[in-house]
Antibody, heavy 117, light 106 residues
């Protein structure tokens, strides 16, 4: 069973950069797509962006100016950087992967990131 | 962006009930629709992909149907483990989710 694990700071100051890494087990980094989602407390799911096998990225239009997703196949990791954060970016952040189904078959457990001074 | 609207937002049901959740897209997404189940404090779990295909390991009481702009998730006989929030997601263009349907105990 593929496992994903998010890591990174749980507290980020306003105007700074949120940085998270997702580690993918068992070599499944070469998936159809690898993606980041977030869920503010008590609210629904939002896609931040995704990277296809081969390196093409697609970002949420509302976040595009602040987001970068990168892939490091040598470490079986992909990363998220979200710049100039505000309290509105406080959320549980999830990484996920899709394979043959093209939907998100495997998810990390999620990590709460709070934006606060 | 394609907007996804689920109905109802909340559903009260009893064990054994047949439950149907509807998801509508603002434009055609062909069959590029998935359904997820999420329990409090947990990551979403894929139930259905490509509108009607059952993910491996998911009980057969879950089924999906539809194409174009209107889709349904049906639970044929609600079980205690099924009380959760359900989300639809389109992946025809930039991925977007419905607002969720919470299935509560009646």
């Amino acid at each position: 069973q593929v496992q994903l694990q998010e890591s990174g700071p749980g507290l980020v100051k306003p105007s700074e950069t949120l940085s998270l890494t997702c580690t993918v087990s068992d070599g499944s980094i070469n998936s159809y797509s690898l993606s980041w989602f977030r869920q503010p407390p008590g609210k629904g799911l939002e896609c931040i962006g995704y990277i296809y096998y081969g390196g093409t990225t697609t970002y949420n239009p509302s976040l595009k100016s602040r987001v970068t997703i990168l892939l490091d196949t040598s470490k079986s990791q992909f990363s998220l950087k979200l710049r100039s954060v505000t309290a509105a970016d406080t959320a549980v952040y999830y990484c996920a992967r899709s394979g043959l189904t093209m939907a998100q078959e495997n998810w990390g457990q999620g990590t709460l990131v709070t934006v606060s001074s | 962006d394609i907007q996804m609207t689920q109905s109802p937002s909340t559903l009260s049901a009893s064990v054994g009930d047949r439950v149907t959740i509807t998801c509508r897209a603002t434009q055609s997404i062909n069959s590029w629709l998935a359904w997820y189940q999420q329990k409090p404090g947990k990551a979403p779990k894929l139930l259905i992909y490509k509108a009607s295909s059952l993910e491996s390991g998911v009980p057969s009481r879950f089924s999906g149907s539809g194409s174009g702009t209107e889709f349904t998730l049906t639970i044929s006989s609600l079980q205690p483990d099924d009380f959760a929030t359900y989300y639809c997601q389109q992946y025809n263009s930039f991925w977007t989710f419905g607002q969720g349907t919470k299935v509560e105990i009646k």
